[in-house]
């Protein structure tokens, strides 16, 4: 079982001079979930090299289990510091596509066609394409095989309106997620703010925030399991 993880690769929260990147427990507790399982683990970022990390997800407030286990785990976080660039990655290789979300996939990962062409990719192949919290942005311009978006008329969750009203980043994002998976065509699923929340559709599997992260990659593994459909 081979599954490949794509981070950010941006690291400037819009114009406020603060820094973003990727969500750690978003990767990490994903991380442990496939390695756990066996699976054989493939890193990229378009940039390639080291992702950059949110510094807030660093953060004591927002240590988990699976962050303080990568905190001490030297060769995950050398592993990390050495993504490929997706630019390099060739699709038939993986079994599926996990995106851990963090605001950075909002101005890159979105707008990248080498990352858009990957999910097209792996869609039409019927793999799974996982993503948690804000990296369901990734399909904002993926399309099907019909050229209709990818998430027309399908259930899809990711970060709430509420939820970055309540980082107050409302005015400082490109877009609201929760808003455009909508204009998509989708069909937004969300639970309380917070809380975990998941949504499977056929090959696409999704989450609302970071405590969703365990959800989603334990649903892609039942997935390549034959254990969902």
């Known amino acids: 079982m081979k599954i490949l993880i794509v981070l950010t690769s941006h690291d400037q929260l819009g114009t ?3 820094k973003t990147g990727f969500w750690l427990e978003e990767f990490a507790a994903p991380y442990y979930v496939f390695r756990d399982a066996g699976a054989e683990i493939t890193l990229a970022s378009p940039k390639g090299g080291q992702p950059p990390m949110d510094p807030k997800s660093n953060q004591p407030d927002a240590s988990t289990e699976a962050t303080e286990r990568f905190k001490s785990d030297a060769a995950a976080q050398s592993e990390l510091s050495k993504t490929i660039r997706l630019s390099d990655v060739t699709p038939d290789d993986y079994d599926a596509v996990f995106y851990p979300g963090g605001h950075g996939p909002l101005w890159d990962l979105t707008e990248d066609p080498v990352s858009i062409a990957l999910i097209e990719t792996m869609y039409v192949s019927e ?10 942005a990734i399909f904002r311009k993926a399309k099907s095989t019909h050229g209709i978006p990818m998430v027309k008329g399908k259930s899809v969750t990711g970060f709430s309106n509420t ?10 994002v490109p877009f609201l997620l929760e808003d455009e998976l909508k204009a998509q065509g989708a069909n937004y699923t969300r639970a309380d703010d917070w809380s975990p929340h998941l949504a499977i559709d056929g090959n696409l599997i999704t989450g609302q925030n970071p405590a ?4 989603v990659a334990q649903a892609l593994l039942k997935k390549l399991d034959g254990l969902i459909t």
């Open 16 to 18: 406020t001079g603060e």
């Open 212 to 215: 969703s992260s365990v959800l």
């Open 127 to 136: 793999k799974p394409v996982a993503a948690v919290c804000h990296a369901p």
């Open 163 to 172: 939820e970055e009203a309540a980082v107050q980043l409302t005015d400082v």
